[in-house]
Nanobody, 123 residues
Framework: QVTLVESGGGLVQAGGSLRLSCAAS????????MGWFRQAPGKEREFVAA????STYYADSVKGRFTISRDNAKVYLQMNSLKPEDTAVYYC????????????????????WGQGTQVTVSS
């Protein structure tokens, strides 16, 4: 099972940008479908974005502001026009075999998770 490591979180003012990265320890991500989820305090983990081959998927709350992209080594989440409600721990997720990811917006579809990176957006 692949080990995922996120980076790039931090504190930013509303309207600012951050770029999150997720890398696999000891492996490439070329055969994995990838997703980003987030969890705010007191709330359930929610889907943010996913990428499978060249197809991308986004939660309605981030469409037009966030962009998911990838190369063989990493997956990225570019977050623009950040809002205080984007504050959460962001998690990277992976599923081996892109064709097997039939429900990219659901967390049980993924079988590997990173430890999370904190994103805090101040008003």
């Amino acid at each position: 099972q692949v080990t995922l490591v996120e980076s790039g979180g931090g504190l930013v003012q509303a309207g600012g940008s951050l770029r999150l990265s997720c890398a696999a320890s000891g492996s490439t991500l070329s055969n994995y479908a990838m997703g980003w989820f987030r969890q705010a305090p007191g709330k359930e983990r929610e889907f943010v974005a996913a990428i499978r081959w060249s197809s991308t998927y986004y939660a309605d709350s981030v469409k037009g502001r966030f962009t998911i992209s990838r190369d063989n080594a990493k997956v990225y989440l570019q977050m623009n026009s950040l809002k205080p409600e984007d504050t959460a721990v962001y998690y990277c997720a992976a599923r081996f075999g892109m064709a097997t990811l039939t429900r990219p917006m659901t967390s049980p579809s993924y079988d590997a998770w990173g430890q999370g990176t904190q994103v805090t957006v101040s008003s």
